[in-house]
């Protein structure tokens, strides 16, 4: 087998390396055709939005690739691969389509490994004037279709197992913090619109034997407690869709009407693995405004950088019906269809290393 000069191994278009990947690359061509057809025949239409953005999503720990784009009179003008195709989807609601959805191929810096990939292709849909939960039975059909068309009787990733084919459980992040860490989630929650204190939450989680740094923020203290906690439990034996998140964490998603400090988000889960994101989408453009400028605060302070805002999706959110919309990883759900164990193994041509 030929290897690559100083890289004891050989290049992914290597007879043999590419002989082995070929049966979950084929899976990706099926799974790919029977997903198209399960929205075509819902009524979906299809769309293709542009790869160069105004601003890639304004979220402070997402990571964008920029570029120039040079003007015929030579002038340069900064633009970014996006992030998610979010908000040209959501401009194309306020244009009047009721439901939409796209194959489409994404880019975020920083995120490179056994589940992440630089270039991945995300699976994105809405559906104007419905429920945010039928969004949870759409998911749960993916998850079926793609585990028939796939071959695969049940998901395994890094040791854990899950079948597709049960009813999902359905979990607030009140009851799994709850569960797994211990922590009473409400009672160290902001008020709406205030300034979140991170010390009851603080407090709960270095309870809990988690390690807290003394300049941590809430958000920061409720990621460690998610990812450290809670997730490698979910998605065990049958998918969760971890829902009803707190408003903080939920930058694009409407508040909860029963109860406004938690938004309409949630994450489906199977093998501990997440696989997609869900909102009841905000359509108050002066509070995604806001929220947006206090992410993009938060990423100059961590980061030392921040994207603009793209005004022009802000006043299509004027324009936008009541919707709802979800984003799922569409190459680790092939992965689990597939029984592949890596993400480069289910890219037809993964991105080069340096």
Not at 122 to 141: F, I, K, S, T, V
Not at 302 to 314: A, I, K, Q, V
Not at 342 to 350: F, H, K, Q, S
Request: charged share 25%; proline share 7%; aromatic share 8%.
């Amino acid at each position: 087998m030929k290897l690559v000069s100083g890289s004891g191994q050989s290049p992914w278009w290597d007879r043999d390396v590419h002989a082995d990947r070929r049966p979950f690359l084929l899976a990706r061509s099926r799974i790919t055709a029977a997903v198209r057809a399960w929205f075509l025949a819902r009524d979906f239409l299809e769309v293709e939005t542009p790869i160069l953005q105004v601003s890639p999503g304004n979220e402070a720990h997402l990571h964008a690739f920029a570029t120039d784009l040079i003007a015929p009179d030579g002038t340069r003008h900064t633009l970014h691969l996006r992030t998610s195709p979010e908000f040209t989807a959501k401009k194309l609601l306020a244009a009047g389509e009721p439901r939409i959805f796209e194959l489409a191929r994404v880019f975020r810096n920083r995120e490179r490994g056994m589940a992440h990939h630089p270039e991945f292709t995300m699976l994105e849909w809405y559906r104007a004037q419905a429920p945010y939960a039928g969004l949870m039975d759409d998911c749960a059909a993916l998850l079926q279709l793609a585990a028939r068309t796939g071959g695969q009787s049940g998901f395994s990733y890094r040791g854990a197992t899950c079948d597709p084919f049960a009813a999902p459980e359905r979990l607030t992040l009140t009851a799994a913090f709850a569960r797994h860490a211990g922590i009473d989630l409400p009672s160290t929650l902001p008020a709406p619109g205030g300034a979140a204190d991170p010390a009851p939450l603080a407090a709960a989680a270095r309870a809990a034997g988690i390690r807290v740094a003394d300049d941590d923020g809430w958000a920061d203290i409720f990621s460690k407690v998610l990812v450290e906690r809670v997730e490698p439990h979910l998605g065990m034996d049958r998918p969760t869709l971890l829902c009803d998140y707190p408003l903080s964490e939920a930058a694009l998603a409407r508040p909860k009407p029963e109860d406004p400090r938690f938004a309409e988000r949630f994450e489906l889960y199977a093998c501990g693995l997440e696989l997609a994101n869900a909102f009841g989408e905000l359509t108050d453009a002066d509070e995604q405004r806001r929220r947006f400028t206090h992410e993009m605060e938060m990423k100059d302070r961590l980061y030392g950088e921040c994207y603009p805002l793209d005004e022009d999706f802000l006043a299509a959110l004027a324009h936008m019906p009541e919707a709802v919309g979800c984003a799922m990883g569409f190459d680790r759900l092939v992965m689990l269809a597939s029984g592949a164990r890596r993400i480069e193994d289910v890219l037809w041509a993964p991105v080069a290393s340096a």
